[in-house]
């Protein structure tokens, strides 16, 4: 007992505590060591983080979603044909009003189909951050405001906004019958040739149109991003059960297993970044400050406020007539939507798959890098109160650097990248037959 009690190395009585708690530091600072080292491989040595039953809920419906939902409104939406003509389009510069510039400008393929900016440069520069296209075919409303409510109709609108394309109907359509592949590939993905007299009604056109959107729906379907290093880890965990203790793996670093159970939990992300998606799809105003250069102050931009108004007055929603569904599940959500004064400023949960992409972040590319982005959630600095419409979910989570970096290494854990296939390269890039190359869609740089 005694031996037990005063072994012969041991310090005096009133030391025994200190080195009690020497003892405990070591083994935890021995623990931090195994933890900052992440070693590949079974990590079985690791401490596992417990979380609420409530997480292990959260968690659990935070994986891959796979394969997007289908389009009943698009009828080639997962067609191949469809699709190839679709690529063609989204690379094609021809399609814009000055011939310099197409969809993968702005959403560039070595740049996760976005451009790395703060807002889009095309035929002008606009005002918000160009999304990227990966996995966009999972969203129910596209863009910062959900001013599409589909895939074909967002792909017909910068072909007409002065920012973007700055073309028209009938000249993208034009272009369409007067370029020997983009001919081809409509042929083959319809089954009809592209016939379009000079006196076609606004409703031929506007059908033809719905046509050409289609097929770069068709197209950008295809561009989905594999399963993340987050997504193997929730498989694993999910066939051994999902326990509430968790255990960091190869796919997942102890850093990145403490990012996501404050994800998850007490830094509140998982309320508007949660599901699949790591997003809601809906929209929230967050009072989040502006561009430097434009002084900082709140964006006047009106978000969702606007993208309604958008959405309703165009002729190629869900519910309308170039619709394949103008009566289904997604046509009376559609009928049904109202402006609402609170949705002024609100955009769209961004999907968090894209984050480790690169930025900037936010609608105006506010924010340059992941830390900035999580600085803000941490002190809200520069939050700008937006009255009634203010955000009430967004406190201020006074994080810790540790805390800050492990949710930075959790969302880079939680972003994939899109697979490089032949559907993630130009088609124009082996120009076609001289004779036949128009002057406007010279691809060389
Ligand atoms: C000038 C750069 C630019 C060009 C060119 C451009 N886009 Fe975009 N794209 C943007 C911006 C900016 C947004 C965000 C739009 C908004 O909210 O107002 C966006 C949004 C999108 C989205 C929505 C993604 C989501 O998750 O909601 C899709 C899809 C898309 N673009 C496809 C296309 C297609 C197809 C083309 C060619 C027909 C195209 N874009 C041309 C900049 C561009
Ligand atoms: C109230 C809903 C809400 C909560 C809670 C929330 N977010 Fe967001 N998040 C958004 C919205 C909306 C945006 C886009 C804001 C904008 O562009 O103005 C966004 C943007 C982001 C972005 C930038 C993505 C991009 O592509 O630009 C990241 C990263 C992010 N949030 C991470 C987090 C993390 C981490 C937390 C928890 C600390 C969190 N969010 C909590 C709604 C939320």
């Not at 066939?239 to 850093?255: K, R, T």
Request: one cysteine or more; glycine letters at 10%.
């Amino acid at each position: 007992m005694s031996d037990l009690r005063d072994p012969p190395d041991a310090v005096p009585r009133c030391g025994r505590w200190r080195a009690a708690t020497a003892f405990a530091i070591a083994l935890a600072l021995a623990a931090v060591a195994a933890i900052s080292a992440g070693p590949p491989g079974p990590v079985v040595t690791e401490p596992s983080i417990a979380v609420s039953p409530e997480q292990v809920r959260r968690i659990r419906a935070m994986g891959w979603p796979g394969a997007p939902p289908p389009d009943p409104t698009n009828r080639w939406a997962d067609s191949d044909a469809a699709a190839a003509l679709g690529q063609a389009l989204f690379f094609d510069r021809g399609l814009s009003s000055n011939g310099a510039v197409s969809c993968a400008t702005c959403h560039r393929p070595d740049r996760g189909f976005s451009d790395g900016l703060r807002v889009a440069v095309g035929v002008g520069t606009g005002p918000r951050r160009t999304m990227t296209v990966l996995d966009s075919a999972h969203q129910s409303w596209l863009g910062w405001d959900g001013r599409a409510d589909s895939l074909w109709s967002q792909a017909l609108q910068p072909i007409e906004r002065d920012i973007e394309l700055g073309s028209s109907r009938r000249s993208a359509l034009a272009r369409v019958s007067g370029n020997p592949l983009l001919r081809q590939r409509w042929q083959a993905a319809f089954g009809e040739p592209l016939q379009l007299s000079e006196g076609a009604s606004a409703d031929e056109v506007d059908a033809a149109f719905a046509m050409l959107g289609k097929a770069i729906a068709a197209y950008e379907r295809r561009l989905v991003t594999g399963p993340s290093a987050f997504d193997r880890w929730v498989a694993t965990w999910k066939q051994s059960g999902a326990p509430a203790a968790l255990q960091p793996d190869e796919h997942m670093s102890p850093s990145a297993l403490r990012g996501l159970v404050l994800f998850s939990g007490r830094a509140g992300c998982w309320q508007c970044h949660g599901g699949p998606m790591l997003s809601d799809g809906e929209f929230h105003a967050l009072g989040a400050p502006g561009r430097p250069e434009r002084g900082g102050g709140v964006s006047s931009d009106p978000g969702r406020y606007g993208g309604v108004d958008v959405l309703k007055s165009s002729p190629f929603t869900a519910a309308r007539a170039h619709s394949d569904a103008p009566s289904g599940a997604k046509a009376k959500i559609v009928q049904s939507l109202v402006r609402v004064p609170d949705h002024f400023g609100a955009m769209r949960t961004p999907s968090l798959r894209h984050a480790g992409l690169g930025g900037p972040f936010f609608h105006e590319g506010q924010f340059d890098t992941l830390e900035d982005v999580v600085r803000f959630y941490s002190t809200l600095e520069g939050a700008q109160s937006l009255d009634h419409h203010q955000e009430q979910v967004l406190v201020r989570l006074d994080l810790s650097a540790g805390e800050s970096s492990d949710l930075v290494a959790f969302l880079r854990s939680a972003s994939g990248s899109a697979p490089a296939t032949s559907w993630t390269s130009d088609p124009w890039s082996v120009p076609p037959p001289a004779p036949e190359r128009p002057a406007n869609a010279d691809k060389s740089e």
